[in-house]
């Protein structure tokens, strides 16, 4: 009873606990192996995709970009205006021995685009020594007169010619045309009165009064008065109505509606006219009943050579 054994704790007491330490040491071991083999596999990867790039790379270099049996031997422009081949050549920048596989395109077409005297490019490459352009040249309509005064104080006249839109561009040097300046059939209209904020080639009129003046200027182009009459000027600084002074010393006011049914007005006010023996001094067509009308003796009016409207375009090409 004296030498009977207390109770302990088993809890205690233990003798032994689990070692994990092996385990752990093996997780370890195990995910090295599997990331140092990843790493492996993507740099192997990495070294394939590089060398295929670059073998890649000379293969096409040397089969396509740098192959002389691709090389531009051809160059065709067409265009439906007046700019000489060699000028749009230059303005392309593209010559005679470039390869046409490692031509940017839309490179030359942005080139071409870009300048004010050109609407569209056409760029179309045919295999293996040809490159064919076709350019849309924008037509000069009118005239816009700017004054600008240099650093010096002085002042200077700009002329700008504008196309039907309303674009405006420096008129072509005669270096820069395939084909002569004729002053008395390019004489344009001038385009009065109309504001403009920091005119620049390739730039806009987006005013009511321009586009108005504009499409005045278009429709009588192309109608019967062209034959009879000649636009000088256009007066675009009244808000309602557009004043033209002709050729023949004729002030001829328009509303700024309804202009190619005013120009059938005064095609007939002008038979009319012809058949008494007069001519017309002063006429407002915005008016639509009873148009005032002002005649002076058809004697006294510089006669009009005939001349027949212009074509909507007139098509050129150059190759």
């Known amino acids: ?3 009977r054994r207390k109770q302990q704790n088993r809890r205690l007491g233990r003798d032994y606990v689990l070692d994990v330490r092996l385990r752990s040491s093996q997780v370890k071991a195990a995910r090295s192996r599997f990331m140092g083999i990843s790493a492996a596999v993507l740099f192997g990867l990495a070294a394939v995709i590089f060398i295929a790039w670059r073998v890649g790379g000379w293969a096409l270099d040397t089969l ?62 045919i295999l293996p020594h040809h490159l064919r352009l076709r350019i849309s040249e924008r037509e000069p309509i009118a005239q816009v007169n700017i004054h600008r005064q ?19 561009m420096l008129p072509l040097t005669q270096q820069q045309r395939g084909v002569p300046i004729n002053p008395a059939a390019e004489q344009l209209p001038v385009i009065t009165g109309i504001k403009l904020n920091d005119p620049q080639p390739g ?10 003046a504009l499409n005045l200027v278009s429709i009588f182009d192309h109608s019967q008065m062209a034959g009879f009459m000649e636009l000088k000027k256009v007066d675009a600084s ?42 017309i001094h002063t006429l407002d067509l915005g008016v639509t009943n009873n148009i005032p009308a002002q005649w002076v003796d058809a004697s006294s009016v510089p006669p009009v050579p005939p001349k027949l409207p212009k074509p909507w375009r007139s098509k050129k090409k150059h190759v």
Do not use: C
Request: hydrophobic share 40%; net charge negative; charged share 25%.
């Open 1 to 3: 009873m004296f030498f």
């Open 64 to 125: 396509a970009y740098e192959n002389p049996a691709f090389n531009l031997t051809s160059l065709e422009i067409q265009t439906d205006g007046v700019i000489s081949t060699e000028q749009l050549r230059q303005w392309a920048k593209v010559k005679v021995g470039d390869n046409l596989l490692a031509l940017d395109l839309a490179q030359v077409k942005k080139n071409l685009e870009t300048l004010p005297w050109i609407q569209s490019v056409s760029v179309e490459r």
């Open 150 to 168: 240099r650093p010096t104080g002085e002042w200077q006249q700009l002329a700008f010619q504008t196309d039907f839109e309303g674009w405006l």
């Open 203 to 212: 730039r806009r009129l987006d005013s009511t009064q321009a586009r108005a």
């Open 238 to 279: 009244a808000p309602d109505v557009l004043t033209v002074t002709t050729g023949q010393g004729g002030e001829i006011t328009f509303g700024m509606s309804d202009v190619d049914q005013q120009i059938r007005r005064w095609h007939d006010i002008q038979e009319m006219g012809q058949r008494m023996g007069k001519a």
